[in-house]
């Protein structure tokens, strides 16, 4: 494995404000934040992407984000809303590649954006799209 700055980071060897920390998962401030109180949750065993990100890694990940979250709402930062997001792959911005989610607090108003061509691009054949998924994701779990 290449050097990768999370594992780093949950070791120690690299600084980070933490804010989070339990056996499997740690939480820092993002160093780029998009809003105060953006908090990056990582597994601390590495995982790329999710494809190596065990099931049961990423739930945890998501029952941190639960927290992470109750605390942006109730604390003095006292978010209307929170964004949990996933990049997974070059193609979906993601650019440390270490699984990660960002909880990212907004507040009515904030004027941030995420994907928004997300919101405005239609699939012209949802019943195919929706087949082809079907499909995969029963042979996916014949082969387990």
Do not use: W
């Amino acid at each position: 494995m290449t050097e990768c700055i999370f594992c780093a980071i949950a070791t120690g060897a690299s600084p980070a404000h933490i804010v989070y920390e339990d056996t499997d998962i740690l939480g820092f401030l993002d160093i780029r934040p998009v809003r105060p109180g953006h908090t990056l949750l990582i597994p601390k065993q590495h995982a790329a992407d999710l494809a190596e990100l065990s099931p049961e890694l990423g739930g945890k990940l998501f029952v941190a984000g639960q927290s992470i979250a109750a605390a942006l709402r109730t604390s003095p930062i006292a978010a209307d809303g929170v964004n949990l997001l996933v990049n997974d792959g070059r193609a979906a911005f993601q650019t440390v590649f270490h699984s990660h989610l960002h909880v990212v607090p907004r507040h009515h108003g904030d004027k941030l954006t995420l994907a928004r061509g997300l919101l405005t691009r239609r699939d012209n054949d949802m019943p195919a799209t929706a087949a082809i998924l079907r499909a995969h994701l029963e042979s996916s779990a014949a082969d387990d």
